[in-house]
């Protein structure tokens, strides 16, 4: 396995492409599924979960080819469709249940894996698979698998009210709803702009959506949706990321495809925090206000409040803020990993269940930590940018998931880092 070692010390300066969203491009990827003639999406990340997907989708029929550096994804799936999703690709990535949605509503039964270890009240496909139900889908479990069959062999428009605003389940619905015959209400839908992503190429292949981007969703199914080619969403985890790098290192970075409104409550905390965010012509250029961070308080909620994928980074940026802070982590369980790391590297952290209180040092120091996550591993990596000294990041596999070329766009802005190969 792969470390980062990065030597701390020095401000930021310079521009950091911002890539294409992991999460958009894993549900725009299944949408494939949904029409005979080619998907082609622009702006795709370059990421080990998009190879685990382009995998599943070839061994349900689908062609995928890969141009541009991976940063072009033409698809079709114009012939016989396999509708057995197996568990030894599912396993690898939980997005892979977005298939169930799209092999249903074309073919009217589908047989998907549930990723290893999971029971369905657990981990929640429940909300899912309850929402197809109501849609006129038979659904049992056996042997590890959903087996999903359409009465009549079709889905039939219904209306969804989700006990909670699941993104996967909002994605899958609106994907099986786009064929089903009637009008489809998703009531208590997800809000996040990976939704409204979504919605955009359905409607660019003929879908008729409307109300993405609010909590109600109605869906008018079509008979067939045509090919279209889409741009994927700027990735707002990717950009949030490294906009903290200079909040934490110092000097003025410009995050090339970074908007405001991606992340407007993360925006507001750097605000409180002492962080200047200034829109450009090419996206955002960040640095801090006065060489000072401010302690702030912070909650986990769904879009469009402050996203739990920026929960460890931001809390690697307080532990040297002026005061203390606290994080309160809503949305996932045992989501405070990396806090017993940044204990290694001097910061004075207590985890209690469901929140985290920071009290800020004057200045981290290096040592080598172990990345338990995607999150975890990238917001080690900033701490150590920051930090006196040298840290060794090992497990840093966790990173390819979830972003491109990291050790370049660090590099490129004056970061002293590299990956190593460990022996």
């Known amino acids: 396995m792969d470390s980062i070692v990065v030597k701390g010390g020095g401000a930021l300066s310079g521009q950091i492409p911002i890539a294409g969203a992991k999460n958009a491009c894993l549900t725009l990827m299944p949408a494939t599924l949904l029409s005979e003639e080619p998907l082609t999406l622009t702006n795709a990340p370059r990421l080990s979960d998009i190879r685990t997907m382009t995998e599943l989708l070839r061994s349900l029929g689908a062609e ?103 993104v996967g389940a909002t994605e899958n619905i609106m994907m099986a709803a786009t064929l089903a015959k009637g009008t489809t209400v998703i009531k208590n839908a997800a809000r996040e702009p990976e939704i409204v992503d979504l919605a955009d190429c359905l409607r660019a292949m003929g879908a008729q959506i409307e109300g993405d981007g609010t909590s109600r969703i109605e869906i008018q199914g079509v008979d067939r949706l045509h090919g279209a080619t889409h741009r994927v969403v700027t990735d707002r985890i990717e950009l949030g990321t490294y906009m903290l790098a200079p909040a934490m290192c110092g000097g003025e970075v410009e995050l090339l495809g970074g908007r405001i409104d991606l992340l407007s409550a993360f925006c507001e905390k750097l605000d409180a925090a002492g962080i200047d965010v200034t829109e450009t012509d090419k996206g955002l250029k960040v640095a801090r206000r ?38 309160e982590e809503k949305i996932f369980e045992n989501r405070f990993m990396h806090a017993p790391e940044l204990i290694r590297m001097g910061a004075d952290i207590e985890v209690h269940g469901g929140t985290a209180t920071v009290h800020g040092v004057k200045k981290l120091k290096g040592a080598p930590v172990m990345a338990t996550d995607l999150r975890a591993s990238i917001s080690l990596i ?32 004056g970061a002293n880092i590299e990956r190593i190969k460990d022996q």
């Open 382 to 413: 900033l701490a150590g940018m920051a930090a006196e000294g040298e840290t060794r990041v090992s497990r840093v596999y966790h990173l390819d998931r979830g972003y491109e070329h990291v050790v370049a766009k660090l590099r490129g802005v």
């Open 290 to 327: 006065n060489g000072v961070i401010n302690a702030v308080n912070v909650t986990t909620e769904p879009f469009p409040g402050f996203p739990t994928d920026l929960q460890a980074q931001m809390m690697a940026l307080l532990c040297t803020a002026d005061g203390t802070s606290v994080l």
């Open 64 to 166: 995928v080819t890969s141009m541009q550096d991976g940063q072009v994804l033409a698809m079709s799936c114009h012939g016989e469709i396999n509708t057995r999703a197996e568990y030894d690709i599912v396993r690898k990535m939980r997005a892979s249940n977005l298939v169930l949605g799209p092999l249903l509503a074309r073919e009217g039964h589908a047989q998907v894996s549930l990723p290893g270890g999971c029971a369905i009240g657990a981990r929640p496909m429940d909300i899912h698979t309850d929402g197809l139900a109501l849609m006129g889908a038979e659904i049992d479990l056996r042997d590890g698998y959903l087996h999903a069959k359409a009465q009549g062999g079709a889905l039939k428009g219904a209306v969804i009210d989700f006990p909670f605003a699941s």
